[in-house]
């Protein structure tokens, strides 16, 4: 018995001695895997401008995933598809054995963000159409790149591991990485790279500074009446979505500085004169933590009662999307960040530097050109003094939380855009097909690569991501959904939208056998910038 533990042990060491690598050796593989992302930058730029010009809304990314599940296939790559009951959601998977690293990214645009890339103004390609207003374009073509090309290095070395491929879907309405996690996607995964687009060239370790998240829709039910015949036998849904808000932005004032709350009226009502009796309202009640997301959410449902109490009104409700905030893995973030130094910012040239200055002055922020300077790592913060009374002071949310909190995560920031729109606007996409973009792709997923490369042949990282896990992150802090166990994904979000838009956006769909790049097909100079 002994013996045999004893020759287990003895095996195991010759094991991990074979995927060792001297420094000199790991410096050249590096240098090779960088040599080969050099090599696939059409590739990449032809990804970047297609799914640009696919432009696809959270939930009806059919045209962007059938693109990118193609060319993985093609890889060699298995594709299971419609992974946690998303239809737009998959899991592309390549090698076997230990360690199984996942790269994910999303893959959703924003609503009425339609822009002409190049142009440094407002020139929607199709007036009212959704367009890449926050670049999740670049992140899952920048993480194929990354994927191809240590697949590549591990096939040449034989080296064991899997290599996971998994697309963000409805990022922009937190709508499924929490489901994905419910459903057992990343149970035998162990680290998660996430990758999204930035000016920046970064990665952090510890928690994020976001926020937390639940996306709720209010359904008020009234009673219909000719609203001037006999208005006394309404009952307006209207009314008690209007009350519920006012009552919402009166309490707004004595809530913690941490929360970020905001609504939109989905529903208010077909036409002036018949009371309307159905109404909607959706929320989004981001705080710091999972404690102070419920809070906000059970004051959420304090209004609404309160406000068909007012309008003798009912209402029910559903969660449309959620989010924790996240946590990255130290270990991991280190390891990257000394990638990303090896890497370092494009080389701009000045025509990319002239359109972002053009940008700067168009939009009145400062005037900075594009970044190129690499920043220390950002570890977890220490808690300055006064912080336990005002509390943190809260931001945007990404569902990669959820992820974060089951699996050892970083979130790789690569520069793929300029440092000037408001973000979620028409701004953020103009870099987002040009030069600018296919660079800083290029950028990332070397970094990306160099550190896969690092998760596969350094068990010892592998190690240190779960002791930093188990040991530091999840010591105090447990996970736990915040979907109920009858939530199910919004997929029928974007679709009228996608309905209304997609015939005519098919139209301007990238052509790369005609067209070396989308700039090129839409006849734009580059950069266009006001005289
Ligand atoms: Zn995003």
Redesign the pocket.
Known sequence: MIKSFLLLLLSACLLCGQTKMSPEREAAIKADLAGRIDRMAKQSQVMVDSVFSFAELGFQEFETSKYLTAILEKEGFKIERGIAGIPTAWMATWGSGKPVIALGS?IDCIPQASQKPGVAYRVPMLDGAPGHG?G?NSGMPMNIVAALAVKEIMEREKLPGTIKLWPGVG??QLGTKAYYVRAGVFKDVDAVLFA??SSDFNVSAGPGGQNGMVSVEYQFKGESAHAAGAPWRGRSALDAVELMNVGWNFRREHLRLAQRSHYVITNGGDQPNVVPQNASVWYFFREADYEHVMDLWKIGDQMAQGAALMTNTTFTSRVLGTAWAGHFSQPIAEAMHANIKKVGYPAWSETDKNFAVALQKELKVPVTGLNDQITELRLPAARLPGDREIGPTGGGS?DIGDISWNVPTVTLRYPANIQAGPGHSWANAIAMATPIAHQGVVAGAKAQAMTLLDLITKPELVTAAWDYFKNVQTKDTKYQTFLRPDDQPALWLNKKIMDEYRPRMKETYYNPDKFGTYLEQLGIAYPTVRK
């Open positions: 999303d926050e999740h990022e922009e999204h687009v990404d």
